[in-house]
């Protein structure tokens, strides 16, 4: 078993839908959660970063952990064509600088 | 932009062949991290430097090397170059040496090995 699961997609989506991207992950140990957004030929970019159990919002994106469950969410509001790209978890245990992370989700955003 | 620049952006080369990937980091952070993106494995981490020092190894192989030099650039040496190394390498940098810090990716070397 693989320490982060995440579905690969591809996710087709009509413009306006509300997005929810997930993972879940075996290591109980690890404490930071982070989401990459990365676009066709590009570096991959930090789009959220929450740390233990909870919500965090900014802007049309919402990020949520449950660590009871090994559990993450990203929610995307109000899903714009510009949001097409493939968005990996990623995540780490305190202390250490090493990032795991999921294999990604494609995302399309159709007009 | 992140700020993390690498070069070249296309490497291809032959199977049993030598190369060097180059990294700077963004101008004041002090730690590089090698990342190997590729559709089978997904993006592994290779190896981290903190301010010229190694400071973590991850699934890098002993044919891969790599240093981080006083002036703070890194390089990615991938000897005896085999077909499955064909992938795109990332490097990232942050300002401290571990996870609590976001890694700015730069936008990556894609290597063929042919």
């Known amino acids: 078993q693989k320490e982060v699961e995440q579905d690969p997609g591809p996710l087709s989506v009509p413009e306006g839908a509300i997005v929810s991207l997930n993972c879940t992950y075996s290591n109980s140990a690890f404490q930071y959660f982070m989401w990459y957004r990365q676009y066709s030929r590009k570096g991959p970019e930090l789009l959220m970063y929450t740390y233990s159990s909870g919500n965090k919002e900014d802007g049309r994106f919402t990020a949520q952990v449950d660590k009871s469950s090994k559990y993450i969410s990203l929610f995307i509001r109000d899903s714009q064509p510009s949001d097409s790209a493939t968005y990996l978890c990623a995540m780490a245990r305190r202390g250490y600088s090493t990032l795991t992370f999921g294999k990604g989700t494609m995302l399309l955003v159709s007009p | 932009d992140s700020g993390v620049t690498q070069t070249p952006k296309h490497l291809i080369t032959a199977t049993g062949q030598r190369v060097t990937l180059r990294c700077s980091p963004r101008s004041g952070d002090l730690s590089v991290y090698w990342y190997q993106q590729s559709l089978d494995q997904g993006l592994q981490f290779l190896i981290q430097y903190y301010n010229g020092e190694e400071r973590a190894k991850g699934n890098i192989l002993e044919r891969f090397s790599a240093q981080q030099f006083p002036d703070l650039h890194s390089e990615l040496n991938l000897s005896s170059l085999e077909l499955g190394d064909s992938a795109l390498y990332f490097c990232?940098?942050?300002?401290?040496?571990?996870?609590?810090?976001?890694?700015?990716f730069g936008p990556g070397t894609r290597l063929t090995v042919l």
């Open positions: 990232a940098s942050s300002a401290a040496a571990d996870s609590t810090d976001t890694q700015y």
